[in-house]
């Protein structure tokens, strides 16, 4: 908002600029005005085209804080300084939460106003001339949900702001829900590192429901499935803490919902309560979640899906990203650096990792069909513990690890001989003298392979001199 300048005074400028310019591209030439001119975009490798499968992966513009208001075409630039105008007009006149009672005194009804003036969304200020930086980002959340159609996105935010008040989101964060134990709260929803640009990344874990006592501790009764469904609008809630409303901040997450070995659509009540919680989701947090990835998906979910998919707008559908088990690392790795992605799903982060961090960024190597490659660590000083690992996207090939010294009159060590496994490695060795920590991996299969590995030497004092201590 340009300094000194109301939101009317802006919008009447706009105006006038428009009428002297001409309006041609509002009539047809927007490249992003309508979902079916956008472009999907889904990367995927030549030889594995028909593995990973998305409902409409389109819409990768990101309302990013690049996208300030200069940088936006006409038509949005005058959509956002109308919906501003009419949030300051709302809170200046008291019916931003719908018409105010008319019975109220002079005096309730300064008080009320000045109220109203303090409103906030997501700890960002409503009101425009406040000129807080994240107000138009807030703003913008509500236009492009609705396409840039002012009235629908002021409508839309008046429904959620009485919805947040009746529904007393902001107190939620206080409240003790879900699960009685933290260890059951922690298997299925939690928070682990981020995306590779910088979102909160939440993973909904449907494993654990497949147990009777937590499945009816869930939803035994109807008042518990309204606590599981707030307890799922409060780890959003929690997300939204972990953004930033400003420029060059972050301000919208990943969902991660893993079917492995989930109960079957028999699980009426846990369905009905993901379902009430995708709506309120799509309903009263517009933009907020950039994708929702499907993994493990079961064939029975895919036709859940399309039964779900009539109650989700068309914006809302072209954030979801389904992939089946065969696919899960590779469809995963397309959005999460391997060194934040959990080893469970074949990344390299561990909980707790003594030996690596987050910061210690992987390197990739591709592997062509029935050929073998190496992966070389060489050690030029003795008296350190080389450490390291590494994970092959699809797996379905065989390794060996070696410890070869430089001097060609030592002998070789084997550390691992043509193991054949499905998940990370990490291994270590204890150098003794200069060598090279060689990785022999063979890719029997006719696809090509992509292997991401790192390694860290550390200083270490041998077993025998503290035994000797």
Sequence with gaps: MAAGASPREELQTI??????????????????????????????DDDDDDEFESIAQGDHEELS??????????????????????????????????????????????????????????????????????????????LKAKDFKVHEAFQMLRRTLKWRKEYKSDEILDEKLGPSSDIEQNKVLYFNS???????????????FGDRDFYREAFGSEDKCEEFLRWRIQFIEKGINKLSFKNGGVHSIVQITDLKNSPGPAMKELHSVSKKALVLLQENYPELVHKNIVINAPLWYYAVHIVRSRFLTQKTKRKFVLARPTNVTKTLLKFIAPENLPVQYGGLKREHDEDFSTLDEASELKIKGNSTAYIKFPVSEAGS??????????????????????????????????????????????????GTIVITIDNGNYKKKTVLYRSKAKPTVPMYILFKN
């Design 65 to 142: 804080t690049t996208l300030c208001v200069d940088q936006m075409n006409r038509r949005k630039k005058k959509a956002l300084l109308e919906f501003r105008w009419r949030v300051e007009d709302a809170i200046s006149g008291n019916y931003l939460l719908g018409k105010p009672n008319e019975f109220l005194s002079r005096n309730e009804s300064i008080k009320q106003r000045e109220i109203l003036r303090e409103t906030t969304l997501w700890g960002v200020p409503l009101l425009p001339s406040k000129a807080h930086e994240g107000t138009d980002i807030v703003l913008l959340k509500f």
């Design 194 to 208: 981020r995306d590779k640009e910088g979102r909160p990344v939440c993973y909904n874990v449907y494993e654990a």
């Design 15 to 44: 105006t006038m600029a428009e009428k002297s310019i001409g309006t041609h591209v509002e009539n047809g030439h927007d490249e992003t005005e309508n979902g079916g001119n956008e472009k999907k975009n889904i990367d995927q």
């Design 385 to 434: 513990t080389m450490v390291w690992d590494f994970t092959v996207v699809g797996w379905e090939v065989s390794y060996k690890e070696e410890f070869i010294p430089d001097d060609e009159g030592s002998y070789k060590i084997l550390l691992q001989n043509q193991k054949r496994v499905g998940e990370s490695v990490r291994n270590s060795f204890y150098i003794s003298e200069p």
